[in-house]
T-cell receptor, first 117, second 116 residues
Framework: AQKVTQAQTEISVVEKEDVTLDCVYE???????LFWYKQPPSGELVFLIR??????QNEISGRYSWNFQKSTSSFNFTITASQVVDSAVYFC??????????????FGKGTHLIIQP | DTAVSQTPKYLVTQMGNDKSIKCEQN?????MYWYKQDSKKFLKIMFS???????INETVPNRFSPKSPDKAHLNLHINSLELGDSAVYFC???????????????FGPGTRLTVL
């Protein structure tokens, strides 16, 4: 069975600080996909990144960066120089590659990030 | 243009009623999903449809039934509503990623269901 653990329920930092959100996953599949989604207070779910299990390169997108480490089954997300608009609940999610064309996401419980001005 | 839309946005109803939530996507995706987000924000997949065929059916009560009239629509019908059904329901759609496997899922705005 698949499982995603986001141990940090809530993180509060002051604006401009760097913050890392942890994500640890469990799967028996050798091919799988990892995702991060953002849910701001308005409630919609916003896609941030998709990464497959064969690509362990770290990724940077503006102030966002992701560190994928297969050896520790972790896919951590760092926001550099945080801003108040980054305040949201962030979800890490996992999907296997069933080959059937329809793969639901297994979500972690989310980390509520609060950026204080 | 909205990529994935859901109606209604809010639904308040009495226990025991039957209700439906509609979902439409204009992205040309061939896979659609329903997720439930509970009061603690936990998101769990309920169903997925690929080319009008049910692929995943998690341990969801059979009071819940997805219906897909065509590739662009996946509606959720709920019979005999219970208090515990109160949640936010999200519809999503996706297509296969460039290198195979699941692509990005685009989510609708959600439907907040309140059962009194």
């Amino acid at each position: 069975a698949q499982k995603v653990t986001q141990a940090q329920t809530e993180i509060s930092v002051v604006e401009k600080e760097d913050v890392t959100l942890d994500c640890v996953y469990e799967t028996r599949d050798t091919t799988y996909y990892l995702f991060w989604y953002k849910q701001p207070p308005s409630g919609e779910l916003v896609f941030l990144i998709r990464r497959n299990s064969f690509d362990e390169q770290n990724e940077i997108s503006g102030r966002y960066s992701w560190n994928f480490q297969k050896s520790t089954s972790s896919f951590n997300f760092t926001i550099t120089a945080s801003q108040v608009v980054d305040s949201a609940v962030y979800f890490c999610a996992l999907s296997d590659y069933s080959g059937g064309g329809a793969d639901g996401l297994t979500f972690g419980k989310g980390t509520h990030l609060i950026i204080q001005p | 243009d909205t990529a994935v839309s859901q109606t209604p946005k809010y639904l308040v109803t009495q226990m025991g009623n039957d209700k439906s939530i509609k979902c439409e996507q204009n992205l040309g995706h061939d896979t659609m999903y329903w997720y439930k987000q509970d009061s603690k924000k936990f998101l769990k997949i309920m169903f997925s449809y690929n080319n009008k065929e049910l692929i995943i059916n998690e341990t969801v009560p059979n009071r819940f039934s997805p219906k897909s009239p065509d590739k662009a629509h996946l509606n959720l019908h709920i019979n005999s509503l219970e208090l515990g059904d109160s949640a936010v329901y999200f519809c999503a759609s996706s297509r296969r990623g460039l290198a195979g496997g699941p692509g990005e899922q685009f989510f609708g705005p959600g439907t907040r269901l309140t059962v009194l």
